[in-house]
T-cell receptor, first 114, second 112 residues
Framework: AQSVAQPEDQVNVAEGNPLTVKCTYS??????LFWYVQYPNRGLQFLLK??????LVKGSYGFEAEFNKSQTSFHLKKPSALVSDSALYFC????????????FGTGTRLTVIP | DGGITQSPKYLFRKEGQNVTLSCEQN?????MYWYRQDPGQGLRLIYY???????QKGDIAEGYSVSREKKESFPLTVTSAQKNPTAFYLC???????????FGPGTRLTVL
């Protein structure tokens, strides 16, 4: 069975500091991993994905994520947080053998403090 | 959100009524999806369709129905059998065989 865990409901970080939003996953085959961001009353916006290749994936708005197979993790990072990064972040996974539907984590609310 | 539209943005329904949520995409994507979002629960898959005239149940299909008569359109009907329909509904689409899903702006349904 596929599943995603986002262990932190809320992450607070000061503007200009580095940020990390954690994600661990469980799949039966090779993982396809995604990060999305959601602003209030809006749909999800795609940030980045890992399919294969380099473990460090760079995405939109200066975000990046590192795939760690041994730890089954795919943490989202940014070197310097902006107040405008405050939003709800979702990690999602599908395996390489199943249908195209994604399994989502429960989300992490990031607040960047000015 | 570009390329995928959902209407209406807000919808109110009385108990016992069916209601249909619209989802249209102009991305020429083969696959389309409906998710339900509740606070603290992330997104849960209701139905998905990988091709016209075909669709599959997701994890929480009970009380919902869909159709896929055209590639661009994937309407979701919330029936009176859905016991707790108040939620934020998100539609998404993707290229068949690719992996990135792109989402519409969502419809917030409230049952009065």
């Amino acid at each position: 069975a596929q599943s995603v865990a986002q262990p932190e409901d809320q992450v607070n970080v000061a503007e200009g500091n580095p940020l990390t939003v954690k994600c661990t996953y469980s799949v039966s085959g090779n993982p396809y991993l995604f990060w999305y961001v959601q602003y209030p009353n809006r749909g999800l916006q795609f940030l980045l994905k890992y399919i294969t290749g380099d473990n460090l994936v760079k995405g939109s708005y200066g975000f990046e994520a590192e795939f760690n197979k041994s730890q089954t993790s795919f943490h989202l990072k940014k070197p310097s947080a902006l107040v405008s990064d405050s939003a709800l972040y979702f990690c999602a996974v599908r395996d390489s053998t199943g249908a195209n539907n994604l399994f989502f984590g429960t989300g992490t609310r990031l607040t960047v403090i000015p | 959100d570009g390329g995928i539209t959902q209407s209406p943005k807000y919808l109110f329904r009385k108990e016992g009524q069916n209601v249909t949520l619209s989802c249209e995409q102009n991305l020429n994507h083969d696959a389309m999806y409906w998710y339900r979002q509740d606070p603290g629960q992330g997104l849960r898959l209701i139905y998905y369709s990988q091709i016209v005239n075909d669709f599959q149940k997701g994890d929480i299909a009970e009380g919902y129905s869909v159709s896929r008569e055209k590639k661009e359109s994937f309407p979701l009907t919330v029936t009176s059998a859905q016991k707790n329909p108040t939620a934020f509904y998100l539609c998404a689409s993707s290229i068949e065989g690719a992996d990135t899903q792109y989402f519409g702006p969502g419809t917030r349904l409230t049952v009065l």
